[in-house]
C-alpha cells in the first residue's frame, strides 16, 4: 500500500457492500460472510463482525461420534467454530490468499489447514490417509466436502488448477497441496532419488500420486503445519 492523506486511505479502504451473497471477497484475502443463520469456519479465523452474532466451539459430538474419533487419530483435526446469528462476519488466514467455490452436488478434498468456512448445507467427513509417521512436517488431514453450498478455501499465494486423467497421473508435494476433486483416491509414493537430491529427510522424497479422472488444486509454497499455526505469511 502506498502514501495516503488520511482521507483517501478511507476512501481505498473502506469496506464495500457488493452485493455477491452470503460470500463475498471483501478483497483477496479477506472474506465477508453476510449472516442471516448459521455458517462454520476454522477456529480463530475470526478477525471482525457487526451485528448480533454468537461464536461456540465445535461440540466434541456436535457431528458424531465417529467424527470424534477420527479427530483424535488425525491430530487436531478441523478445528471448527460455529458463528450463529445475523450480521457481517470478517474472516482471515494468515493472509492467505481466498478462493470461494460453489457446489452443486460436487465433491471435493480439502487439506485441513486450508478450509476456511462453509455453509451448513455441506456435508464433510475427515478422510484418514496412510499414516506416513515421521516422514511428513505436520498433521496432514484431509476434510471431504459434498452437496450443494458454498465453501472457501485458503492457499499462499495464487491457486493452481492441474487437470488428472487416465493416462497422465499428476505427482504433487503434499505440503502444497490445497484440494481434489472427491473422484481421485491419492496414494503416497517415495522417491528416494529425490530424497537423495535435495538432502532431505521429508518433503519433496514423499509425493502424492493423482491417478484417474479429475483435477488437483497446488500453491507455489510449501506450508509445514504447527500446532501453535506459526509460519510465514503470503
Same mark, same amino acid.
Given at each position: 500500500?502506498?502514501?495516503?492523506?488520511?482521507?483517501?486511505?478511507?476512501?481505498?479502504?473502506?469496506?464495500?457492500?457488493?452485493?455477491?451473497?452470503?460470500?463475498?471477497?471483501?478483497?483477496?484475502?479477506?472474506?465477508?460472510?453476510?449472516?442471516?443463520?448459521?455458517?462454520?469456519?476454522?477456529?480463530?479465523?475470526?478477525?471482525?463482525?457487526?451485528?448480533?452474532?454468537?461464536?461456540?466451539?465445535?461440540?466434541?459430538?456436535?457431528?458424531?461420534?465417529?467424527?470424534?474419533?477420527?479427530?483424535?487419530?488425525?491430530?487436531?483435526?478441523?478445528?471448527?467454530?460455529?458463528?450463529?446469528?445475523?450480521?457481517?462476519?470478517?474472516?482471515?488466514?494468515?493472509?492467505?490468499?481466498?478462493?470461494?467455490?460453489?457446489?452443486?452436488?460436487?465433491?471435493?478434498?480439502?487439506?485441513?489447514?486450508?478450509?476456511?468456512?462453509?455453509?451448513?448445507?455441506?456435508?464433510?467427513?475427515?478422510?484418514?490417509? *496412510?499414516?506416513?509417521? +515421521?516422514?511428513? @512436517? $505436520?498433521?496432514?488431514?484431509?476434510?471431504?466436502? #459434498? !452437496?450443494? =453450498?458454498? %465453501?472457501? /478455501?485458503?492457499?499462499?499465494?495464487?491457486?493452481?488448477?492441474?487437470?488428472?486423467?487416465?493416462?497422465?497421473?499428476?505427482?504433487?508435494?503434499?505440503?502444497?497441496?490445497?484440494?481434489?476433486?472427491?473422484?481421485?483416491?491419492?496414494?503416497?509414493?517415495?522417491?528416494?532419488?529425490? *530424497?537423495?537430491?535435495? +538432502?532431505?529427510? @521429508? $518433503?519433496?522424497?514423499?509425493?502424492?500420486?493423482? #491417478? !484417474?479422472? =479429475?483435477? %488437483?488444486? /497446488?500453491?507455489?509454497?510449501?506450508?509445514?503445519?504447527?500446532?501453535?499455526?506459526?509460519?510465514?505469511?503470503?
Amino acid at each position: 500500500m502506498g502514501r495516503y492523506d488520511l482521507e483517501e486511505f478511507l476512501v481505498k479502504t473502506e469496506q464495500q457492500d457488493k452485493n455477491e451473497g452470503v460470500f463475498e471477497l471483501e478483497t483477496e484475502r479477506m472474506l465477508e460472510i453476510n449472516l442471516t443463520n448459521k455458517i462454520w469456519a476454522k477456529a480463530g479465523s475470526m478477525v471482525s463482525y457487526r451485528g448480533n452474532i454468537r461464536f461456540t466451539r465445535e461440540g466434541i459430538l456436535e457431528h458424531g461420534i465417529g467424527k470424534m474419533f477420527k479427530k483424535a487419530l488425525t491430530g487436531e483435526g478441523a478445528s471448527l467454530m460455529k458463528a450463529e446469528g445475523t450480521g457481517k462476519l470478517y474472516l482471515a488466514d494468515q493472509g492467505k490468499k481466498i478462493s470461494i467455490l460453489r457446489l452443486n452436488g460436487d465433491s471435493i478434498f480439502v487439506n485441513g489447514n486450508d478450509l476456511l468456512a462453509f455453509e451448513p448445507s455441506i456435508k464433510w467427513d475427515i478422510k484418514l490417509m *496412510k499414516r506416513i509417521a +515421521g516422514m511428513l @512436517s $505436520g498433521g496432514l488431514f484431509n476434510i471431504n466436502l #459434498s !452437496g450443494s =453450498g458454498i %465453501v472457501a /478455501i485458503t492457499s499462499h499465494y495464487e491457486p493452481l488448477t492441474l487437470r488428472v486423467t487416465p493416462n497422465n497421473p499428476v505427482f504433487t508435494d503434499p505440503n502444497a497441496t490445497v484440494a481434489w476433486s472427491g473422484s481421485l483416491q491419492p496414494e503416497f509414493v517415495t522417491d528416494i532419488t529425490l *530424497k537423495s537430491f535435495f +538432502g532431505r529427510g @521429508s $518433503g519433496e522424497s514423499i509425493q502424492m500420486k493423482f #491417478s !484417474g479422472e =479429475g483435477f %488437483v488444486v /497446488i500453491q507455489p509454497y510449501e506450508e509445514v503445519y504447527f500446532s501453535n499455526n506459526g509460519g510465514n505469511n503470503s
